[in-house]
Protein backbone atom coordinates (compact mmCIF):
# COMPACT_ATOMS: atom_id res chain seq x y z
CA UNK A 1 0.00 0.00 0.00
CA UNK A 2 2.94 2.41 0.47
CA UNK A 3 3.99 1.94 -2.58
CA UNK A 4 1.37 2.88 -4.06
CA UNK A 5 0.62 6.36 -2.15
CA UNK A 6 4.65 6.58 -3.41
CA UNK A 7 4.08 6.24 -6.94
CA UNK A 8 0.88 8.22 -6.42
CA UNK A 9 2.95 11.17 -4.80
CA UNK A 10 4.98 10.94 -7.64
CA UNK A 11 2.57 11.67 -10.33
CA UNK A 12 0.94 14.08 -8.22
CA UNK A 13 4.13 15.68 -8.19
CA UNK A 14 4.29 15.44 -11.67
CA UNK A 15 1.27 16.87 -12.29
CA UNK A 16 1.89 19.91 -10.05
CA UNK A 17 4.85 20.35 -11.22
CA UNK A 18 3.21 21.24 -14.78
CA UNK A 19 0.49 23.46 -13.51
CA UNK A 20 3.46 25.37 -11.96
CA UNK A 21 5.43 25.48 -15.44
CA UNK A 22 1.99 26.93 -16.83
CA UNK A 23 2.25 29.35 -14.34
CA UNK A 24 5.62 30.40 -14.71
CA UNK A 25 5.12 30.44 -18.78
CA UNK A 26 2.06 32.91 -17.58
CA UNK A 27 4.30 34.81 -15.59
CA UNK A 28 7.20 35.29 -18.49
CA UNK A 29 5.11 36.00 -21.03
CA UNK A 30 4.07 39.12 -18.51
CA UNK A 31 7.39 40.21 -18.00
CA UNK A 32 8.61 39.72 -21.58
CA UNK A 33 5.85 42.26 -22.64
CA UNK A 34 7.08 44.89 -20.09
CA UNK A 35 10.34 44.67 -21.66
CA UNK A 36 12.54 42.82 -18.81
CA UNK A 37 14.65 41.12 -21.20
CA UNK A 38 16.45 38.16 -19.71
CA UNK A 39 15.50 39.23 -16.28
CA UNK A 40 12.08 37.99 -17.52
CA UNK A 41 13.06 34.32 -17.07
CA UNK A 42 13.96 34.99 -13.46
CA UNK A 43 10.62 33.97 -12.29
CA UNK A 44 9.58 32.56 -8.71
CA UNK A 45 7.12 30.07 -10.33
CA UNK A 46 9.67 28.58 -12.89
CA UNK A 47 11.75 28.23 -9.58
CA UNK A 48 9.27 26.64 -8.26
CA UNK A 49 8.29 24.31 -11.26
CA UNK A 50 12.30 23.24 -11.03
CA UNK A 51 12.28 22.75 -7.31
CA UNK A 52 8.86 20.45 -7.55
CA UNK A 53 10.63 18.33 -10.50
CA UNK A 54 13.39 18.06 -8.27
CA UNK A 55 11.87 17.30 -5.35
CA UNK A 56 9.92 14.28 -7.78
CA UNK A 57 13.18 13.06 -9.45
CA UNK A 58 14.26 12.26 -5.63
CA UNK A 59 10.79 10.30 -4.81
CA UNK A 60 11.20 8.65 -8.24
CA UNK A 61 14.37 7.70 -7.55
CA UNK A 62 13.27 6.10 -3.82
CA UNK A 63 10.81 4.31 -5.58
CA UNK A 64 12.69 2.60 -7.87
CA UNK A 65 15.17 1.29 -5.48
CA UNK A 66 12.33 -0.52 -4.43
CA UNK A 67 10.05 -1.40 -7.41
CA UNK A 68 10.44 -2.91 -10.88
CA UNK A 69 10.56 0.48 -13.46
CA UNK A 70 8.29 -1.21 -15.29
CA UNK A 71 5.67 -1.48 -12.29
CA UNK A 72 6.51 2.14 -11.27
CA UNK A 73 6.44 3.62 -14.93
CA UNK A 74 2.75 3.56 -15.48
CA UNK A 75 2.12 5.93 -12.99
CA UNK A 76 3.89 8.63 -14.81
CA UNK A 77 1.23 8.63 -17.51
CA UNK A 78 -1.45 9.43 -14.18
CA UNK A 79 -0.18 12.77 -15.04
CA UNK A 80 -2.55 12.61 -18.50
CA UNK A 81 -5.19 12.30 -15.92
CA UNK A 82 -4.54 15.43 -13.62
CA UNK A 83 -3.06 17.85 -15.62
CA UNK A 84 -6.10 18.29 -17.88
CA UNK A 85 -8.23 18.50 -14.84
CA UNK A 86 -6.08 21.19 -13.20
CA UNK A 87 -5.99 23.15 -16.63
CA UNK A 88 -10.00 23.26 -16.59
CA UNK A 89 -10.12 24.47 -12.92
CA UNK A 90 -7.25 26.51 -12.89
CA UNK A 91 -6.76 28.34 -16.49
CA UNK A 92 -10.49 27.30 -17.55
CA UNK A 93 -9.39 25.63 -20.58
CA UNK A 94 -12.07 23.61 -22.59
CA UNK A 95 -11.52 20.29 -23.26
CA UNK A 96 -13.22 18.13 -26.08
CA UNK A 97 -15.99 15.80 -25.24
CA UNK A 98 -13.76 12.35 -25.96
CA UNK A 99 -11.59 13.46 -23.93
CA UNK A 100 -12.83 11.79 -20.82
CA UNK A 101 -12.89 8.77 -22.56
CA UNK A 102 -9.38 9.36 -23.46
CA UNK A 103 -8.48 10.03 -20.02
CA UNK A 104 -10.95 6.52 -18.82
CA UNK A 105 -8.63 4.73 -21.19
CA UNK A 106 -5.38 5.53 -19.73
CA UNK A 107 -6.60 4.91 -15.99
CA UNK A 108 -7.03 1.45 -17.38
CA UNK A 109 -4.33 0.85 -19.09
CA UNK A 110 -2.14 1.91 -16.26
CA UNK A 111 -5.09 -0.58 -13.68
CA UNK A 112 -3.86 -2.98 -16.49
CA UNK A 113 0.10 -2.67 -16.45
CA UNK A 114 0.38 -2.73 -12.68
CA UNK A 115 -1.87 -5.39 -11.48
Do not use: H, N
Request: aromatic fraction near 14%; include cysteine; charged fraction near 10%.
Amino acid sequence: MIEYLKLLGFSCLLASGQVAFKYAAIDIKARLAESQGLWAFVSVPLIGALALYAVATGLWVWILMSTPLSKAYPFALLGAVFVPIASVLLFGERLSLTYPVGLLLVCVGVYLCVR
